[in-house]
C-alpha cells in the first residue's frame, strides 16, 4: 500500500530530482526532506511543520497537496504510537542533568527559606547598634566629647532625650558636655519597625 513518503520519492526520482534541487525550490533544509521520504516524523516539533513541507513538497512535484495530506493523516495522524519530538523534555535530559537540576532546585528553594527568615528576623528584631567614639571613658580637661555610633536605616535616634539624625552613611554625632564626676549617657533607638533599642554608657572627668 502507497504512503506518503513513497509517493514523493517516487515522484520526485521520476522527475529526475535530487533532494537538493527540492531543498532549493521550497527552502527546506534536505535532511527534513529526507525525513518526510522515510516518514520519520518523530524529527520534527509539530505536525503542522510536517503538514506545511508536504503542501509545498507536493506542489513543486505537481501533486494533489489534498490527496497527499489525506495519506499522511491516513496512515500516520491516526496512530497512537505517532509521537512527535518535543522541543524541550526530560526524556532528552541524562540523569546526571537531571539530578544536578534537582540538586539546583533544592538550593535555590533553600535560599528563598532563609533570605525569608533572615527577613522575618530583621523585621521583628530591634535595631543594630554600634558604639563607635570616644573609645576611651575617663577624660580631665575636656568641656565636651564627641559622641558617635551607628544604627540601622531609618532608624530614630535620641541622646539624653534629645533627638538626633543619621548621615548618608546611618552614622550620628552628638557632642557631650562632661561634668566632674561621672556622665551617664543614654542612647534610645525606635527601628522602622517600631522595636526598640536602648544603649548606656558613662565618661568620667576628673581634674588634675
Known amino acids: 500500500m502507497l504512503s506518503v513518503g513513497t509517493i514523493l520519492k517516487n515522484e520526485r526520482e521520476k522527475r529526475g530530482l535530487l533532494l537538493t534541487d527540492i531543498e532549493k525550490q521550497i527552502k ?32 513543486i512535484l505537481n501533486l494533489d497537496n489534498k490527496k497527499v495530506l489525506a495519506f499522511f493523516r491516513r496512515d500516520y495522524e491516526r496512530k497512537e504510537e505517532v509521537k512527535f519530538k518535543k522541543k524541550i523534555t526530560s526524556a532528552y535530559l541524562t540523569s546526571e542533568t537531571k539530578k544536578l537540576l534537582k540538586i539546583g532546585l533544592v538550593i535555590l528553594t533553600l535560599f528563598f ?22 573609645t576611651k571613658t575617663n577624660f580631665t580637661v575636656e568641656k565636651n566629647i564627641k559622641i ?43 527601628g522602622a519597625n517600631g522595636k526598640k533599642a536602648s544603649f548606656e554608657k558613662s565618661f568620667f572627668k576628673k581634674t588634675p
Open 148 to 190: 558617635s555610633g551607628k544604627t540601622d536605616k531609618d532608624t530614630s535616634v535620641t541622646i539624653n532625650g534629645e533627638r538626633v539624625y543619621l548621615n548618608k552613611e546611618n552614622i550620628f554625632y552628638y557632642e557631650f558636655p562632661l561634668n566632674e564626676g561621672s556622665n551617664k549617657i543614654i542612647i534610645n533607638l525606635v
Open 28 to 59: 527546506v533544509r534536505e535532511k527534513y526532506l529526507k525525513a518526510i521520504e522515510d516518514e520519520n516524523w518523530s524529527f520534527f516539533s509539530s505536525k503542522i511543520y510536517i503538514t506545511g513541507i508536504l503542501k509545498n513538497y507536493s506542489r
Open 113 to 134: 527559606i532563609l533570605y525569608f527568615v533572615f527577613q522575618l528576623k530583621t523585621y521583628f528584631s530591634p535595631p543594630v547598634f554600634t558604639f563607635l567614639s570616644p
